[in-house]
């Protein structure tokens, strides 16, 4: 297994390589491409060392002891999980939504903390506020300055509390921590050991596309945590259960776009209706499905369709309206983009547990006759990654396959189950196999998911270094020139009714700028001005005559 990871590691390299060497400048290329060329590959050479160090029996017993201790200790290692996650929000991520995927759901999310449903910018702003490319993509806009996001909103509502605490960097954080938990239950209903509780606890952990996705402000560690939920419920089903499960489903479906749990869900529906009971349990299923769905996810839509319109919500006319309504934005992103299907495998590759993927396709290979839940768990791996070939859109930023993250959890599980002997409950086996595998883990957490969180540190410092700066007690309008650097219009955050010390422009050139800043805000002076955009505010004699 070793020899067979190393070699498609290489291979990865290689690929990468001559995909690198074509690129004149690593700055004006699409995001997705650059994080796999220019960040992903260099993380092929921990991740071979990892390979190589692993197959060591010194470093085989202490990661069969990790596997051991996390079986047996799960509790502990869940709350330093989420505490070390949280650190790394402020040291790794400051506390920053990187992308506009982000900024969405937490833009929303302190709507909903004020108890409202919509922000309010000033009409004649919304265009300094929000680009003009990015309204109805991210931000929807009406003509009287009401804003919101256009993502569904179960993830907002989540973060709301959060924000309403000043903390949105701490849900994430909580739900790593907590996917710990849920990943060893999972283990124990399906193998009934704590040995292979633990190696499925440790390699979940070990992933850097588990943890430092934990760190950002994607709705994606909430989908992986649902679908886990949604799993356990239904691995012994019964009519609660599956009412249960529906409802986990249905905030699942409405977390921020229903496609990740539709296509984890599908399988499992699927096996359902194989059993004897299937009636009852299937009746049961949709019975959980549906109030949240008609009022998150119908209700939303059209509530979002709907805004600055003048249409009541109630004034829908049609079923074939609303179907419309729902069905119009994932048909805008149907599409074939074959480019991109190779490099989401090398992701899915880089990010996990070196070693992780090779044995868990080994595992599935050994359960592809199996009759029971195995074949909805297998069959939610392929769907959701087979689901996205029909999608005309890479997935722009992320950590990891972001598209494939909520189908996740089947990983470890599928390698689990390549250890243990037979699937039943003698536990993991003796062999060279699970030590190897538990010494990748091992290294894993220290050598290449600190790997990533620098490289993730280092992008966001870069970022963020885009802003122009000044004075930071002075400063109240910021500039950015959205013409220049790399993605400098993920820059463009503001709170939704405006309430923070510094508003974020988007700049339209200088003279414009001047004259704007004159109309709107007379009280500010310039402060300091570059390539990257301007800063306005109060000056130093000012500043001081206010205090």
Known sequence: MAGASLLVTAGIALVLGLQRAAVANAFEIQIY???????????????????????????????????????????????LTAATLAVGTHSVYHSHPLSLDEFAVVFQSRIFA??????????????????????????????????????WPGFSLLLAPFSAAGATWLLNPLIGGATIVLMHRIALALFGNLESAGYVSLLTLASPAVTINALSYYA????????????????????????????????????????????????WIAWLAFRADRIRLIGALLAGYLPLCVILGWGWAIFVQNLGSGTALGELATPAAAAGTLLSRPAAIFGWNPSAHLLDLFKLWLWAVPGLLSVAALGAWRLRASRGPWLAVIGSALLTYIGYFIVKLDQGHGWGFRYFHSAWLVLPLLAAAALNESGD???????ALPGYLAACAVFSITV???????????????????????????????????????????LIQNDPFLRDRVVTLASRGPQNDRAMMAERFPQY???????????????????????
């Open 114 to 151: 004020e108890g409202s449903l919509t922000g309010h910018f000033p009409p004649s702003l919304i265009d300094w506020l929000i680009p003009k490319p990015f309204q109805g993509r991210f931000i929807k806009v009406a003509p009287d300055g009401e804003v919101l996001s256009i993502y």
């Open 33 to 79: 491409r650059h994080l796999v060329l220019f960040q992903d590959f260099y993380t092929v050479l921990p991740f071979m060392a990892i390979l190589a160090a692993a197959l060591f029996a010194p470093a085989q017993a202490l990661g069969a002891r990790a596997a051991l201790w996390c079986g047996r200790n799960v509790w502990s290692v869940a709350l």
């Open 525 to 547: 002076r310039l402060l300091s001005s570059d390539r990257r955009g301007s800063v306005w505010g109060v000056a130093r004699e000012d500043h001081r005559e206010q205090k």
């Open 425 to 431: 409950e003698r536990g993991v086996k003796a062999g």
């Open 448 to 490: 290449l998911t600190t790997f990533h969180a620098l490289q993730v540190e280092h992008f966001i410092s870069r970022h963020l270094a885009q802003l122009p700066a000044a004075p930071g007690e002075q400063a109240r309008v910021r500039m950015v020139d959205i013409g220049i650097g790399y993605y400098s219009w993920d």
């Open 220 to 267: 994606m560690p909430a989908h992986l945590l649902a679908n886990a939920l949604f799993m356990l419920l239904l691995l012994r089903p019964a009519p609660l259960r599956a009412l249960a499960a529906g409802l986990v489903g249905s905030f699942a479906l409405v977390l921020h776009n229903p496609v990740p749990h539709l296509l984890f869900a599908l399988p």
